[in-house]
Nanobody
Framework: QVQLVESGGGLVQPGGSLRLSCAAS????????MGWFRQAPNKERERVAT???????TYLASVDGRFTISGDNAKSTVYLQMNNLEPEDTAVYYC???????????WGQGTQVIVSS
């Protein structure tokens, strides 16, 4: 059974930094990509950043230059370094994995990020 365990969320002041981690277990397939989505109250879930197994990255325009995604294929772990955080970044952040064999996906339970003074 695939499990995605996120950590690193919390409360931070504007301009601060947080690092999210997501460790995947029970992986028996080829991972196509790992990434992060977020959902703020009363808003649609949106893709924040993705990294493929080949190392290609994509970012939501509003976080490009502030957030950095990285991965450790051997550990099936993905990280999201978030710098210069803004109140608009407040959301629940979800880890996401795409199974490259069956083209299905998996989600973590989410970790809350609150940016407030």
């Amino acid at each position: 059974q695939v499990q995605l365990v996120e950590s690193g969320g919390g409360l931070v002041q504007p301009g601060g930094s947080l690092r999210l981690s997501c460790a995947a277990s029970g992986i028996t397939f080829s991972i196509y990509s790992m990434g992060w989505f977020r959902q703020a109250p009363n808003k649609e879930r949106e893709r924040v950043a993705t990294i493929t197994s080949a190392g290609s990255t994509t970012y939501l325009a509003s976080v490009d230059g502030r957030f950095t995604i990285s991965g450790d294929n051997a550990k099936s772990t993905v990280y999201l370094q978030m710098n210069n955080l803004e109140p608009e970044d407040t959301a629940v952040y979800y880890c996401h994995v795409i199974d490259g064999d069956r083209w299905t996906d998996y989600w973590g339970q989410g970790t809350q990020v609150i940016v407030s003074s």
